[in-house]
């Protein structure tokens, strides 16, 4: 078989494999490097000529072949090359077919590296683009260009191999026959480069060439049989109507991928939802390796974010078949997820409102009631000592329990006390008072009206502090009040001479380390306000806080 043969055979296999690829749309950048590659193994066919000038064009510019062939194996099968390693092996291999191989053409009188296809050799036509034959020189260059071009080819083969290994299971069935025809050639290459042809022949080199172009038509023909049995194991999973834990496992077998994963794309657009229901600000990647394919709905919209292994990025036509296909899924789902997350958005809402609630009972109508308990306890002891004094007394109890029935009312409706909605917590705080002994008295200076934030936040602290201090002073003790705005800031101080508390409390108070204190740093907090508590054993204890103002309207 003639070299021209040998050529023209390879050319047309190269042309082949380029109209097939360029019919897609996202093969044709593959499709235009086969095409440079065509033209590039044509000139390198020139070498078979007996016209001088075509056989020096051919001898000169036909190792552009192997950088363009090299470029072609890296990228395969996007025609991009995947990473900085691989730009740099392809931009050696420019740097090898062109610094280093056209001086050993433009300095020597013979031909260096003969191969299949130059069968003239040693009597081939004579060298017209010899500038001087330099044999020294044209060595010099050779002999780099030849270690230089073994390294590159070797680098090749390694980064094919790894390619190879770490592709998943479907990517591999497509690259395979394609990556491992590149790296025996590349490993041939090199042989034969670094030998001058003694180890082994040029005639092996030509098979491995046609090889290339028709391990990438295989490499597509099974594509087309992978990407058939992936879409038809999705749409027989998408038969069940699967939730979204269960479209994520039909699409992971799909595509064999159990590392797969899909995070919904939340209405209010700032958070993420995956299948499990988990919520995230990102898209969250569990490990290295895994790259994000983003789905939009029927509207145009974001929709969801299939995160899966970065392999596939190697066949965009058969993810985007598959999130198409599983579109009207992942919508149904997403909506299934807001449904889930509104259900619990309610379930919180009712939870914070019976917490709520159960403060303003705690606060509120609890201490009127303990109030009332306190008057009755006083009744009974004045019934044998002071009938008169008794029965005021109980006709006071009539009114308070109709106060504290009105106040249950109010919690439940969701209003606090009335006198404090109408004349401030200034007037409302000495009503409360007003219900407890006459050892608890009330300094108010130029108490104003403020937000009902703010009155409600200390109209119920200073209540919940009266109330702890009567119960834990003792019955000897006095409690005053004291309520002071500066202009800035609303503050409050609520101070008995009982016997104080100890760092941890005396037993049964619950008031440095109970609900109560709890229930008040809850309250100034919502307002920006502290709360504070100091016990001073044998002197009494203080609970002081204060509100940064913002008044409120007439």
Same mark, same amino acid.
């Given at each position: 078989?003639?070299?021209? #043969?040998?050529?023209?055979?390879?050319?047309?296999?190269?042309?082949?494999?380029?109209?097939?690829?360029? +019919?897609?749309?996202?093969?044709?950048?593959?499709?235009?490097?086969?095409?440079?590659?065509?033209?590039?193994?044509?000139?390198?066919? %020139?070498?078979?000529?007996?016209?001088?000038?075509?056989?020096?064009?051919? +001898?000169?510019?036909?190792?552009?072949?192997?950088?363009?062939?090299?470029?072609?194996?890296?990228?395969?099968?996007?025609?991009?090359?995947?990473?900085?390693?691989?730009?740099?092996?392809?931009?050696?291999?420019?740097?090898?077919?062109?610094?280093?191989?056209?001086?050993? *053409?433009?300095?020597?009188?013979?031909?260096?590296?003969?191969?299949?296809? #130059?069968?003239?050799? !040693?009597?081939?036509?004579?060298?017209?683009?010899?500038?001087?034959?330099? !044999?020294?020189?044209?060595? $010099?260059?050779?002999?780099?260009?030849?270690?230089?071009?073994?390294?590159?080819?070797?680098?090749?083969?390694?980064?094919?191999?790894? =390619?190879?290994?770490?592709?998943?299971?479907?990517?591999?069935?497509?690259?395979?026959?394609?990556?491992?025809?590149?790296?025996? +050639?590349?490993?041939?290459?090199?042989?034969? *480069?670094?030998?001058?042809?003694?180890?082994?022949?040029?005639?092996?080199?030509?098979?491995?060439?046609?090889?290339?172009?028709?391990?990438?038509?295989?490499?597509?023909?099974?594509?087309?049989?992978?990407?058939? $049995?992936?879409?038809?194991?999705?749409? &027989?999973? %998408?038969?069940? =109507?699967?939730?979204?834990?269960?479209?994520?496992?039909?699409?992971?077998?799909?595509?064999?991928? !159990?590392?797969?994963?899909?995070?919904?794309?939340?209405?209010?657009?700032?958070?993420?939802?995956?299948?499990?229901? *988990?919520?995230?600000?990102?898209?969250?990647?569990?490990?290295?390796?895994?790259? *994000?394919?983003?789905?939009?709905?029927?509207?145009?919209?974001?929709?969801?974010?299939?995160?899966?292994?970065?392999?596939?990025?190697?066949? @965009?036509?058969?993810?985007?078949?598959?999130?198409?296909?599983? +579109?009207?899924?992942?919508?149904?789902?997403?909506?299934?997820?807001?449904?889930?997350?509104?259900?619990?958005?309610?379930?919180?809402?009712?939870? &914070?409102?019976? =917490?709520?609630?159960?403060?303003? %009972?705690?606060?509120?109508?609890?201490?009127?009631?303990?109030?009332?308990?306190?008057?009755?306890?006083?009744?009974?002891?004045?019934?044998?000592?002071?009938?008169?004094?008794?029965?005021?007394?109980?006709?006071?109890?009539?009114?308070?329990?109709?106060?504290?029935?009105?106040?249950?009312?109010?919690?439940?409706?969701?209003?606090? @006390?009335?006198?404090?909605?109408?004349?401030? #917590?200034?007037?409302?705080?000495?009503?409360?008072?007003?219900?407890? !002994?006459?050892?608890?008295?009330?300094?108010?200076?130029?108490? $104003? =009206?403020?937000?009902?934030?703010?009155?409600?936040?200390?109209?119920?602290?200073? #209540?919940?502090?009266?109330?702890?201090?009567?119960?834990?002073?003792?019955?000897?003790?006095?409690?005053?009040?004291?309520?002071?705005?500066?202009?800035?800031?609303?503050?409050?101080?609520?101070?008995?001479?009982?016997?104080?508390?100890?760092?941890?409390?005396?037993?049964?108070?619950?008031?440095?380390?109970?609900?109560?204190?709890?229930?008040?740093?809850?309250?100034?907090?919502?307002?920006?306000?502290?709360?504070?508590?100091?016990?001073?054993?044998?002197?009494?204890?203080?609970?002081?806080?204060?509100?940064?103002?913002?008044?409120? $309207?007439?």
């Amino acid at each position: 078989m003639t070299a021209a #043969v040998l050529a023209t055979v390879g050319v047309v296999l190269v042309l082949l494999a380029a109209a097939l690829l360029g +019919r897609r749309p996202q093969d044709r950048r593959l499709a235009c490097l086969l095409a440079v590659l065509c033209l590039a193994y044509a000139v390198r066919g %020139l070498g078979a000529s007996g016209n001088p000038w075509a056989f020096g064009l051919g +001898r000169a510019l036909g190792q552009l072949a192997e950088f363009v062939l090299v470029w072609v194996m890296l990228s395969f099968p996007t025609g991009r090359l995947r990473s900085r390693g691989d730009r740099v092996i392809v931009a050696m291999s420019a740097f090898s077919a062109t610094v280093l191989w056209l001086p050993t *053409v433009l300095f020597s009188a013979t031909v260096p590296l003969p191969g299949p296809l #130059v069968p003239c050799a !040693p009597d081939c036509p004579r060298n017209v683009l010899l500038i001087e034959d330099l !044999p020294q020189v044209a060595d $010099g260059f050779l002999t780099a260009f030849r270690w230089l071009s073994a390294a590159i080819l070797l680098a090749a083969a390694l980064s094919l191999l790894d =390619r190879l290994v770490h592709s998943s299971p479907g990517a591999r069935r497509t690259l395979a026959p394609l990556l491992v025809v590149s790296i025996l +050639r590349t490993l041939a290459v090199a042989v034969f *480069v670094v030998t001058n042809g003694a180890l082994l022949s040029g005639q092996v080199l030509v098979p491995l060439f046609w090889a290339v172009p028709l391990a990438m038509l295989l490499g597509l023909l099974l594509a087309r049989l992978h990407a058939a $049995g992936v879409l038809l194991r999705l749409v &027989s999973g %998408l038969q069940h =109507r699967p939730d979204a834990d269960a479209l994520r496992l039909v699409m992971a077998t799909a595509l064999r991928d !159990p590392g797969l994963d899909i995070v919904y794309r939340l209405a209010d657009g700032s958070r993420w939802a995956d299948s499990a229901g *988990v919520l995230h600000r990102e898209v969250p990647l569990s490990r290295p390796g895994q790259a *994000v394919t983003a789905v939009d709905g029927s509207d145009g919209r974001p929709l969801a974010c299939v995160v899966h292994d970065e392999v596939l990025l190697d066949q @965009p036509a058969l993810l985007a078949a598959v999130t198409q296909s599983v +579109r009207l899924a992942l919508e149904t789902n997403r909506d299934a997820a807001e449904l889930a997350l509104s259900g619990a958005r309610i379930a919180d809402a009712h939870s &914070s409102a019976r =917490r709520v609630i159960e403060r303003d %009972l705690h606060d509120g109508a609890q201490q009127r009631l303990i109030a009332l308990r306190m008057k009755v306890s006083v009744l009974a002891r004045l019934l044998p000592q002071d009938a008169r004094r008794a029965a005021q007394l109980a006709g006071e109890l009539g009114p308070d329990v109709d106060a504290a029935l009105q106040e249950i009312r109010d919690v439940a409706h969701g209003a606090g @006390p009335r006198l404090l909605h109408a004349e401030g #917590v200034a007037v409302a705080l000495a009503d409360a008072i007003g219900r407890f !002994p006459e050892s608890v008295s009330l300094r108010a200076e130029r108490i $104003g =009206r403020y937000s009902g934030a703010v009155e409600s936040a200390v109209y119920f602290t200073c #209540v919940e502090a009266v109330q702890n201090a009567v119960k834990h002073a003792g019955p000897s003790s006095t409690v005053a009040v004291e309520l002071t705005d500066d202009g800035h800031r609303l503050s409050f101080a609520v101070r008995d001479d009982g016997p104080g508390l100890s760092p941890a409390g005396p037993a049964g108070s619950g008031a440095a380390h109970g609900t109560g204190l709890a229930s008040m740093r809850a309250r100034m907090e919502a307002c920006g306000g502290e709360v504070s508590i100091v016990g001073r054993p044998g002197e009494g204890t203080e609970v002081c806080g204060h509100v940064p103002l913002r008044r409120a $309207g007439p």
